[in-house]
């Protein structure tokens, strides 16, 4: 297991639930139900090297939350997750915030888990190693 820590963001009780259990044997996980509860915990927090981000969430939005993560701490990895991935939200995310993999919340099986994982470990060895 990597010894960063990876923060799961998402406004839906439900959808953190689903992660932590499919992914808590891989990854040192920290929940948020929002942005302003990601920020402080990332204040606090210096082990986390991966933040995963849901776009659509009521107060903060994601990519807003991804655009104050990116200023604060350039050398965090963010993903966004979500249902909807758009060219729109794919173009903006890359071209304004430098996000660093998107995952699609409605991939569902074994091999999906597994591209999940797969992005989330590559980000975290890369945060490891000081690369961006």
């Known amino acids: 297991m990597p010894t960063s820590k990876v923060l799961f963001v998402d406004d839906d ?3 953190r639930e689903a992660f932590v259990f499919a992914h808590e044997d891989y990854f040192s ?3 948020a139900d929002g942005g302003k509860q990601a920020l402080q915990i990332l204040k606090k927090d210096k082990a986390i090297g991966v933040v995963v981000i849901d776009i659509r969430m009521p107060v ?3 990519l807003e939350l991804a655009k104050l993560i990116r200023e604060a701490w350039p050398e965090r990895k963010i993903i ?3 249902a ?3 060219i729109t939200n794919v173009v903006e995310s890359i071209n304004q915030i430098h996000v660093d993999g998107f995952l699609e919340k409605v991939a569902e099986g074994e091999d999906a ?3 999940v ?3 989330i ?3 975290l060895r890369e945060y490891e190693q000081g690369a961006r």
């Open 13 to 15: 009780r439900l959808v």
């Open 29 to 31: 996980l920290v929940l």
């Open 60 to 62: 903060m939005g994601g």
């Open 80 to 82: 966004i997750h979500t």
């Open 84 to 86: 909807n991935v758009s």
């Open 113 to 115: 888990m597994e591209k």
């Open 117 to 119: 994982r797969t992005l």
């Open 121 to 123: 470990s590559l980000r």
